[in-house]
């Protein structure tokens, strides 16, 4: 019985671009190191092959920024892969001067093995590992980001490790059950069971999510935020969507005043009570900052890029879907057997024949 639940709930879960979006090959003129050749080489980005203790070979990428003393652990989310967030993590790193790590799941990209719950937990793990080991970072200097389904490993671990720096969640989960159905208890084959783990993390923690997210309910991130033991300034982006939320300008402003801001207010481990950050009162330097004083760090990028993007949200009255739009996200389930109703809470799937 549990093996057919573990092989249900993983073709619920889990929806990785089919074909992958980009290769991994060794690079002789570098001693053989990998690299991605459907991006740009650059020298601030390395690409690795990490071991996971469950025996998968993942894929990770990172950049380094010359200013950077933190770095930010990004797991992203459902229907993507490193080669549709290369970009957006080299702009992230330069606009808010900060080592980045990415990686793809089990079975996503050019990862070997499958996507499981399990698995995403090993798979973060390693990199975790890997910053501390390779890179040198302690736990004070790594913010983990999780985006969606990326929120499950990604307050797991914070959950486990008491001293990271900080927690963003970008659209959320409550758990998997729960974006299904409005369930009062949590249930022993439910998966990411965040709302029973996010009492456990011991930093600030910002929470991000779209007003009009049609994929997970916005609910999912309030009561989460509202779990929190240390409170930052949450974001509640109207009109914002599932998969769209850097399309809106208040996005990096967000996140440009909560990186500096964890470094002046450090909460006590042994404080039973839950602490609110005021990101108005601890961030006023940080909001001096302009993103004027940003421009000579960013990179060339494409028309795709952040900036472009932003510009283009001021101009249009409903933002442009993102490469992770919920039209792919159709497709991939079709694709996978799983045929979608209405929203994800009154979602049922019918496998087909």
């Known amino acids: 019985m549990g093996g057919v639940t573990s092989s249900i709930a993983a073709k619920f879960a889990f929806f990785p671009p089919t074909p992958p979006s980009y290769t991994v090959v060794a690079d002789e003129s570098c001693g053989g190191a990998v690299c991605i050749p459907e991006v740009p080489r650059r020298d601030d980005v390395e690409v690795l092959k990490l071991r996971t203790r469950r025996g998968n070979d993942i894929v990770a990428v990172h950049v380094t920024h010359p200013k950077a003393t933190d770095t930010l652990l990004y797991s992203h989310g459902n229907a993507a892969d490193l080669g549709q967030m290369y970009e957006l993590f080299v702009e992230l790193s330069h606009r808010l001067r900060i080592n980045l790590m990415g990686y793809d799941y089990s079975g996503y990209g050019r990862s070997t093995g499958k996507p499981t719950e399990c698995n995403t937990y090993a798979d973060l793990d390693a990199v975790y590992k890997c910053l501390k080991e390779q890179y040198g970072d302690k736990d004070e200097q790594i913010i983990l ?20 720096r900080g927690v963003v969640l970008h659209s959320p989960i409550l758990s998997g059950l729960r974006v299904l159905y409005p369930v009062k208890r949590t249930y022993w084959f439910d ?10 993390i011991n930093c600030p923690v910002l929470v991000f999510h779209g007003m009009a997210d049609e994929e997970v309910d916005c609910s999912h991130g309030k009561q989460l935020w509202e779990l929190c033991k240390f409170k930052y300034e949450p974001l509640w982006i109207n009109g914002g969507g599932h998969c769209n939320l850097e399309l809106y300008p208040e996005f990096i402003k967000h996140l440009k005043k909560f990186v500096p ?3 002046k207010s450090k909460p006590p481990m042994d404080d039973s009570k839950t602490a609110s950050l005021d990101s108005d009162n ?3 330097s940080a909001a001096s900052n302009t993103s ?11 028309r795709n890029g952040l900036d472009s ?39 049922r799937w019918n496998f087909l024949r």
């Open 145 to 164: 980001y999780g985006q969606s389904v990326g929120s499950g490993p990604t307050v797991d671990l914070a959950s486990r490790v008491p001293n990271v």
């Open 191 to 200: 998966m990411y069971k965040n709302i029973d783990k996010i009492g456990a």
């Open 261 to 263: 801001s964890l470094g």
């Open 282 to 284: 601890l961030n006023k």
């Open 292 to 302: 004027d004083t940003l421009q000579s760090d960013l990179p060339d990028l494409s």
């Open 309 to 347: 993007r932003l510009d283009k949200s001021k101009k249009l009255s409903k933002p442009e879907k993102s490469r992770m739009s919920a039209d792919r996200v159709d497709k991939l389930r079709r694709k996978k057997g799983l045929i979608w109703h209405s929203s994800w809470r009154r979602a």
